[in-house]
């Protein structure tokens, strides 16, 4: 139960990548309706000799979420 099966964490995001594409063509439909989490702007910490920028967005949509059962289930049948 501790190993990692990257083919599933691999086809999870190609399958938010593919729904955020699919949001964004159809972008005045129920598809592209969505939710974003995350910071509303980046933390940067200044050491002197580096600076750091920290930032996290995530955005959630119906296609991205249609997406990745899309990708379970080519997963349930690849397995």
Do not use: C, Q
Not at 28 to 43: A, C, E, H, M, V
Not at 49 to 72: E, N, P, Q, R
């Amino acid at each position: 139960m501790k190993r990692v099966n990257w083919v599933l964490v691999l086809l999870v995001l190609i399958g938010f990548v593919i729904g955020g594409f699919i949001g964004t063509y159809f972008e005045g439909s129920f598809l592209n309706y969505g939710k974003t989490f995350g910071l509303s702007s980046p933390i940067e910490l200044d050491l002197g000799f580096i600076i750091l920028t920290f930032g996290l967005k995530i955005h959630f949509t119906i296609a991205s979420v249609l997406g990745v059962v899309i990708s379970l289930v080519v997963y349930r049948f690849i397995r």
